[in-house]
């Protein structure tokens, strides 16, 4: 990948809270939840960016964020076509539909994201439809070809979701995010509401889709494994942070974070000896996002705090081999990554 080439995508200082209101005619603020607070990150075209963490993390709204379905409180989002740059609540109106050109989502459950008054056919070409791409025949074949692409055969154009099992109807939900040709794919949980014998093929169908249109995904998963395979970098988000980032291999073989060494012990590990095993349960509950503890936000579930850990707040920063790390203690623990 070359360097110096500009990225698709800029976050700086990305921040998205939402304010918990007392019930009553008043409605006071009696609390904020900081979902997303205060993320920066960039990825480069082509690329897979895997962003994990447990729930109520902030992954998902990262991503309604950088797709535009939510409206960021503050920071930047900067997203690159060629010469143009693109920045969510900054575009003027004559650029808002080329924005959302650029940008579609793939959402967790294929069939409430489907219309079930709606056929294949409007569901996939609305896109084309409301951009005012195509209509009429040029829709219906441009609609035709994407469905046949994902595995999908012509004579599904007039029937309507619930005559599809899970896997065929998120197959629908990316022929219609791919039908307009965006260039980055903002897949939130794609695979966590299919079958296990269904996820294996539809994350291969996603990653043969990349390779033929040259698509750039922020890939949202709870699952180690599903991002280990799918991701070429990885983001690790606690309490609305990042907390870690870096190459897969760097990251997953060790990890500079003991929330990242966390989320990899309870990933299943398969030996001859003991077979399918946990390693180790996780520790702790995610903390309460309306009462967040003081210092790092993690120390009261990391078996290594100290002082210094309940005291400050650790800084994202870059560690000697590039990744960034959220941790007073990163250059003096050794942690165990997957191929330990």
């Known amino acids: 990948m070359d360097g110096t080439q500009q990225p698709l995508l800029e976050v700086r200082n990305l921040k998205k809270h939402f304010p918990l209101r007392s019930k009553g005619l008043m409605r006071r603020t009696v ?23 447990e729930s109520g993390c902030g992954k998902t709204t990262l991503g309604r964020c950088i797709s535009w379905l939510y409206e960021a409180d503050a920071g930047e989002i900067v997203l690159r076509d060629g010469e143009r740059e693109f920045r969510p609540g900054q575009i003027e109106r004559e650029d808002n539909s ?3 050109k650029l940008v579609q989502v793939i959402f967790q459950d294929p069939f409430s ?4 008054r709606m056929s294949v056919l409007r569901s996939v070409g609305e896109p084309l439809r409301v951009n005012g791409i195509a209509s009429g025949r040029e829709l219906e074949e441009r609609v035709v070809a994407i469905l046949r692409r994902v595995g999908l055969e012509v004579g599904h154009l007039q029937r309507f979701p619930h005559s599809f099992s899970g896997g065929q109807r998120q197959r629908i939900c990316i022929a219609r995010a791919l039908v307009i040709n965006p260039q980055l794919v903002v897949a939130d949980e794609p695979v966590s509401a299919l079958d296990v014998s269904i996820q294996a093929q539809t994350l291969n169908l996603l990653k043969d889709l990349q390779q033929e249109f040259g698509l750039s995904y922020l890939f949202i998963s709870h699952s180690m494994s599903v991002i280990r395979y799918m991701s070429d970098r990885i983001l690790v988000m606690y309490a609305g942070k990042i907390v870690e980032s870096g190459s897969r291999d760097a990251l997953l073989g060790r990890p500079l974070h003991p929330y990242t060494e966390m989320l990899l012990k309870a990933v299943p590990r398969v030996s001859r ?5 946990l390693q180790e349960a996780t ?21 290594h705090a100290r002082d210094i850990c309940r005291e400050e707040v650790p800084t994202l920063r870059t560690s000697a081999d590039g990744r960034q790390v959220s941790c007073h203690l990163a250059e003096e623990l050794t942690l165990a990554g997957v191929f330990d």
């Open 283 to 303: 520790v702790g509950e995610p903390p309460d996002l309306l009462n967040l503890p003081g210092g790092c936000v993690f120390h009261p579930r990391c078996p």
């Open 113 to 116: 994201s489907l219309n079930p």
């Open 31 to 53: 609390g904020v939840i900081r979902a997303v607070d205060d993320v920066s990150f960039s990825m480069q075209r082509g690329e897979t960016l895997g962003v994990i963490g």
């Open 98 to 100: 080329e924005f959302r």
């Open 273 to 277: 000896r003991q077979g399918a095993r």
